[in-house]
């Protein structure tokens, strides 16, 4: 049996980081482990084809269970079984959030905590700003040359009595602008390529283990981890962990090992015959995720060029009407260069038309990850509960009000032929919210399964150790409280980074004064 002084599960976002920080120190041992492999897929470089990597190989193309409100419909969840996790798959919109939305993660973890770090993290290639860091993994810039369409949709946000904001990741979050991307010298840069460096996978403590399924967590006694058996084209292989073993594969992945392992909900698992190693009814639960649609989409004027981007250059931030200036933002529209459209509609051809994808920030709506048998091969049961709350569906309906006023703006005449989805006929409460529930589409950022927190309730604690288990620590999506304002991938690099100190044993970087 090989020995470490921590493993790590899951080589995406938080587990690159994490591999990348604690191998630092030439004395200590890593493990990394992944499903997937280094991606060789040309359409990953390529940031404008990345709606064409879900359903391939290197997604492990997870399915909702049917969903009540969203008219029955299994949604696809993509997420990326690969190097690099969901991140070499995904849009590529690196946003941090708002800063109020870090209240919830506890002392610790406020924007004034994490702040330093989503700094270190960054090589910003904007102005210089006290909010950004240069130097730093991550390659993260605004277009430098906006699509026609999207400096029109920019304007028409403004027409309607939007304030435009200079980036979202400054010190306004709210109102018309350019993306922030993680996109480098035109190609995408996954958050492996940005920690797992060459250099890095060069060290001799450092070790990256692909192409290894998780067969299950190993325990010393009841209550405490030990390591983990991998099964791989070798065979089935044991790993010991030292210091302890990291759980970084997210919120589908991590509350699934923790029930095959017997921790979660007891009546859930002894239903299912599988023995209950520690009674811990708040893992797989608390699962919520963006809502946006596919979508409002209008045929083009004339033809649509290319963007030279990842098709969606501009998200726009909307503060409730009467919000004070700073509020945290209620809903989001995304100027999408091409047709988005759901499984229920027929989309346009590509060049022809144009699409405002919109939705609300902060989904009141709860569901869970569940077991569907013993067996772990078996995919578990993903119930997001969309738009299950009266607040959800409101908000979406008001975030389509905001979508089809700067559709409908002056600025974008010389390109709007008329509106395709929902349609003109579509006006009254009843078929807004039946085409609503057509056009959901997830915005791919589930979290929240194995919760932070002080309180009794939660699943893992400020330190992310997991209640109850020692050797076993949760550093991934599954952790957040409560999702962020945007994509939560940057937020979870910031994650990674300040829990790679508490690892290590190092003070925390010193929190912002000023932020």
């Not at 949604?75 to 941090?96: D, E, F, K, L, Y």
């Not at 915005?443 to 699943?459: L, N, Q, S, W």
């Not at 893992?460 to 952790?479: K, N």
Request: hydrophobic content about 40%; aromatic content about 6%; overall charge neutral.
């Amino acid at each position: 049996m090989r020995t470490f002084d921590w493993i790590i599960l899951g080589a995406g976002t938080a587990g690159s980081v994490l591999a990348a920080r604690l191998s630092e120190d030439p004395e200590v041992r890593v493990a990394l482990v992944e499903a997937g492999t280094r991606p060789t897929d040309p359409k990953v470089d390529d940031p404008r084809a990345w709606p064409m990597l879900q359903g391939t190989a290197i997604d492990w193309n997870f399915a909702t269970v049917p969903q009540r409100h969203s008219a029955n419909r299994v949604h696809a969840w993509a997420r990326g079984r690969v190097r690099g996790g969901s991140s070499t798959i995904n849009a590529m919109a690196h946003v941090r959030g708002h800063p109020r939305d870090f209240d919830d993660w506890g002392a610790g973890w406020r924007y004034r905590d994490l702040l330093p770090y989503f700094i270190r993290s960054e090589d910003w290639q904007g102005a210089p700003s006290r909010y950004h860091g240069t130097g730093g993994p991550v390659h993260v810039m605004t277009p430098s040359e906006p699509h026609p369409i999207t400096r029109a949709y920019m304007a028409a946000g403004e027409e309607i009595g939007l304030t435009p904001t200079d980036e979202h990741n400054g010190s306004r979050m709210a109102g018309p602008t350019l993306n922030s991307l993680t996109i480098k010298d035109g190609r995408r840069q996954t958050i492996a390529d940005a920690y797992l460096t060459a250099s890095v996978l060069a060290r001799s403590n450092l070790h990256l283990l692909e192409g290894r399924e998780i067969h299950g967590l190993v325990f010393d006694g009841p209550q405490r981890c030990r390591g983990v058996e991998l099964r791989g084209s070798g065979g089935t292989e044991q790993l010991s962990a030292d210091r302890g073993l990291v759980l970084a594969t997210g919120a589908i992945g991590s509350p699934t090992l923790l029930l095959h392992a017997g921790i979660g909900p007891a009546d859930e698992l002894k239903a299912l015959g599988i023995p209950v190693r520690l009674d811990l009814p708040g893992v797989g639960r608390n699962l919520h995720d963006h809502l946006l649609s596919g979508g409002n989409v209008y045929r083009a004027r004339r033809p649509v060029p290319p963007s030279r981007y990842q098709n969606s250059e501009s998200l726009m931030y909307i503060e409730r009407p009467g919000a004070a200036p700073g509020s945290v933002p209620e809903l989001v529209l995304a100027c999408v260069i091409a047709p988005v459209v759901t499984e229920c509609f027929s989309a346009p051809a590509y060049g022809e038309a144009y699409t405002l994808m919109f939705g609300f920030t902060h989904p009141k709506s709860r569901g869970s990850i569940r077991l569907a048998s013993a067996d772990p091969q078996v995919p578990p049961l993903i119930d997001p509960n969309y738009l299950a709350e009266a607040y959800d569906r409101q908000a979406y309906l008001d975030a389509l009000d905001r979508a089809q006023a700067v559709g409908g703006a002056r600025s974008l005449a010389d390109w709007r032929d008329a509106e395709l989805l929902p349609g003109p006929s579509c006006r009254s409460q009843a078929d807004r919210s039946a085409f609503l529930e057509r056009a959901a589409y997830t915005h791919h950022h589930p979290v929240g399964t194995c919760r932070m927190g002080a309180d009794a309730e939660a699943v893992v604690t400020p330190e992310l150790a997991l209640r109850g288990i020692e050797g076993l620590h949760v550093i991934d999506a599954s952790v957040i409280p409560r999702i962020t304002t945007g994509p939560v991938n940057a937020a979870i690099i910031a994650l990674a980074e300040r829990a790679s100190d508490l690892l290590r044993g190092r003070s925390p970087l010193a929190p912002t004064t000023w932020a």
